[in-house]
Structures are given as structure tokens and as C-alpha cells.
């Protein structure tokens, strides 16, 4: 993004320190839609026989596009959220703009500052299809995701809850009124050392005691974390506000389930979650995968002496080593790490086939150069096999990849050694 110049300049330095890396190769192309979070909670409305439909947006700043206005930067965004019914009539529609404005131009390259904007629906129990849309308003970046969500009628049943919110922080207002921030990304970082998980448990019974039971489940099912407490019911909707500690918890995937009640009184939800050890969105939460991402820019033996590191010292060196190279030490944030995980995720998400995105040769060229400035597709020209052409004007540099298989698997004809020499 705003740090590929950097970046670039920083990965020739590296390489010409330790000489050729050995890689495995793929692609990238000029980011057409600003990436954002969004994240999706249903609940009972105020009135019966109606349902809340909340969606959560979040959006990084280093995503928009920021403009001088006197002595501050300003961004703006349009959300447009649509919802259809089963035959595709639209019943609600949202559309807000939202203006970001910061001091410093610091504050506008900022991955982990975020512009928020939540808007809520009240509907008739059923299903429906959300498109959610999303537009810089001055880069002209946009792009719309369409979400299935059916959305049940919690008035109609005895016990139930309502889906799972995780909130970075909780507090009570001016006003008086409980509010919270949400997480939206489902993730949380070294610097968040508790869980702050809210929901609603709907009851037409009163319990004077009934029992709140959390499970953290690692992808092989075993439980990792458990916790219990007793909550007593006395109307219908009760809100909850689940606060666990997960210093118990490496990084990593994880489900987290949280079951009300017990027997034939019971109801649970069940959400994905991952724990991160960096303040980083984009790097992977496997640790072996992350030093193995690294072929690109480190020395294979400072590689090596990650990989046979055990325990918590395999990842204290792994941070030791992106602390010897960050470009701003004196700043919490590591802002090369940050873009150079932020490229890897891109080519995994444009460029995957055979294998990886980031290992592909269109993932290569564009971890270590970044997006190129210009591309040309000739996918049907009489006689020769599809191929695409990057172009780089600062570099005076074209590369060329050429797709042998018809299947997508585009390789890079120029030598590898063309991709660093370009920095």
C-alpha cells in the first residue's frame, strides 16, 4: 500500500547482503476495493415478533485515501447496505457517509486505527440476502459482498440467545446506557488479555440460578479453556457480558462455544476466533509458516536458527529478528512487518493454485516489488499461450508470465534474479 517504495528498497538492501533466496513462485494486481471487517449480530428487536439485524464495519485507515484539508487529512467512505427478501425485492436499505479526519499523516497510514460504523435493521423474522457495499469516495475504490443470513424469530421460542458479539472494550455512557465497542475481526492480539464476550438470553421462564458454560476448542476439538458460572433469570431478555481471561491460551484458531442452560433447557452458540501473539491482523497465527514466509527477505541460516528453536524461544526469536529490522523502532507498530504480511495474505487471496499464493512467481514479484503500475493481459492471442505483462515505471522493469498449462499457472519468464536487481 503506502509502503511499497519502502519496503522494495529495504528487501535490495537484504538481498544484496545475502545473495539469491531461494524460492518457489506468484502474482499481484492493483488493489480495486478498499479491505475492511465487517461482522454480523441478530437479536430480538424491543417489539415481539421482530428481529434486530446489527452489522459492524471497520475499515483500517492506511485503506482510504486521505486529502490535506488545511492543517489536517481527510477520508471518506460510503457504506451502502441493502437487504432483499427471497425474491430479491429490497425491503431495507442503508446508505451513510462517514468522514475520517486526522492531525498527523502518521495517523492516515495507521493499519490498526480503524473508522467504525454499525447500522441496525429491524425486521420481520426470515431470510434474506444483505449486500454490503463499501466506497472510497475520493480514490473511487469500491466493491460489494453479498451475505446469506437467516434471521430467526427469538419471540416465538421458551428459551434461546441471541448470536455472539466479541467487544473490544465495554462502558457505560453519559447517558447512563451499557454500551460496547465490537472487535468485528474475531481476533485478538497481545496487547488484549481478556475476552469480552455479550449476547442475550431470551427466557419466558425466571431461574434463579442457571449455568453459563464457555468452551475454547483448538481445530482437533480438544478443549483447551473452560470456564462455568450461575446467572439468575428474572425477565425476558437478559443481557450478558462473558468476561474471560485468555491468558491460558496460546495463539492460534480456535472455536469458541458458549452453552446456556442444561438437559432439555439449553441453547448454545458457536463462533470462530483467533488469538494472535503480534498486533498484526494479516500474519499467520502458525508460527513454523511465518518463519517459512521469510525466505524472501532473511538469511537462510537466520531461517534455520528459527526453525530449530523450541518453545516459547523459537518465537522470541522470531520477534527478535523483526525488531533488528524495523524501520521505527522508536514506534510500537513495525510498520515492515506489517506490509510485507499484508502482500503474503494478497497473494494468497489472488494468486493460490497449485500451491500457495505466496509461493507462486506472481506471489514472489509481488511481495518483493509490490503492486505493479500497470498490467497486460493477453489471454486469447492466435498462437501463443496466455501471458501477462507486469510493468514498473519506476524501475524501468517489465515481467513477463507466461501460463503453459491453461489452467491459471502463470510463470515467470524473466530470471529470478531480474525480481531483486529491480530494487
Known amino acids: 500500500m503506502k509502503f511499497h517504495s519502502f519496503l522494495s528498497c529495504w528487501i535490495c ?111 420481520n423474522p426470515a431470510s434474506y440476502t444483505i ?31 441471541s448470536d455472539l458479539l466479541l467487544a473490544d472494550t465495554t462502558y457505560t455512557s453519559d447517558d447512563g446506557m451499557f454500551r460496547l465497542e465490537p472487535n468485528v475481526l474475531w481476533n485478538l492480539g497481545s496487547d488484549a488479555n481478556m475476552l469480552n464476550l455479550y449476547f442475550e438470553i431470551y427466557s419466558t421462564v425466571t431461574f434463579e440460578a442457571l449455568p453459563i458454560q464457555v468452551f475454547i476448542r483448538n481445530p482437533q476439538d480438544q478443549v483447551v479453556y473452560e470456564w462455568q458460572q450461575q446467572i439468575a433469570i428474572t425477565k425476558f431478555r437478559t443481557p450478558v457480558v462473558q468476561k474471560l481471561s485468555k491468558s491460558e491460551v496460546k ?20 463462533k470462530d476466533l483467533t488469538i494472535r501473539w503480534m498486533n498484526n491482523p494479516l500474519i499467520t497465527t502458525d508460527l513454523n509458516k511465518a518463519i517459512e514466509q521469510l525466505r524472501y527477505i532473511a538469511s537462510s541460516d537466520d531461517i534455520k536458527e528459527m526453525k530449530e528453536a523450541e518453545g516459547d524461544a523459537k518465537k522470541v ?20 512487518m506489517v506490509e510485507y504480511y499484508q502482500r503474503i495474505e494478497y497473494a494468497n487471496q489472488h494468486f493460490s493454485g497449485y500451491t500457495e499464493g505466496w509461493l507462486s512467481d506472481r506471489g514472489l514479484v509481488y511481495i518483493i516489488l509490490g503492486a505493479p503500475d500497470d498490467i497486460e493481459r493477453h489471454p486469447f492471442e492466435q498462437g501463443s499461450k496466455p501471458y501477462i505483462i507486469w510493468s514498473y515505471y519506476l524501475q524501468g522493469r517489465d515481467f513477463v508470465f507466461v501460463d503453459h498449462t491453461g489452467f491459471g499457472d502463470y510463470r515467470l519468464q524473466n530470471p529470478y534474479w531480474e525480481v531483486y536487481s529491480a530494487r
Not at 52 to 81: N, P
Not at 131 to 160: A, C, H, M, P
Request: proline letters at 2%.
Open 13 to 123: 538492501a537484504i538481498f544484496l547482503i545475502y545473495g539469491s533466496v531461494k524460492a518457489d513462485y506468484q502474482l499481484a494486481s492493483s488493489k480495486d476495493t478498499p479491505a475492511y471487517y465487517y461482522d454480523i449480530m441478530t437479536k430480538a428487536a424491543q417489539d415481539s415478533g421482530l428481529s434486530e439485524l446489527k452489522i459492524f464495519v471497520k475499515i483500517a485507515h492506511d485503506e482510504l485515501q486521505f486529502l490535506t484539508e488545511g492543517d489536517l487529512y481527510k477520508a471518506r467512505y460510503e457504506l451502502t447496505i441493502s437487504v432483499l427478501d427471497e425474491s430479491e425485492s429490497v425491503v431495507e436499505s442503508s446508505i451513510k457517509g462517514y468522514d475520517v479526519i486526522v492531525a498527523t499523516f502518521d495517523e492516515t497510514n495507521a493499519p490498526y486505527t480503524y473508522s467504525f460504523a454499525e447500522v441496525t435493521f429491524v425486521l
Open 131 to 161: 449486500l454490503l457495499g463499501l466506497s472510497d469516495l475520493d480514490s473511487e475504490r469500491g466493491g460489494q459482498q453479498k451475505v446469506d443470513i437467516d434471521l430467526i424469530d427469538y419471540w416465538k421460542f421458551d428459551f434461546s440467545m
Open 251 to 270: 495463539a492460534g484458531k480456535y472455536k469458541i462455544e458458549i452453552q446456556v442452560g442444561t438437559g432439555k433447557i439449553m441453547t448454545r452458540r458457536i
Open 317 to 336: 526469536k522470531f520477534e527478535t529478528y523483526w525488531q533488528s529490522v524495523d524501520p521505527t523502532p522508536e514506534t510500537e507498530l513495525n510498520e515492515l
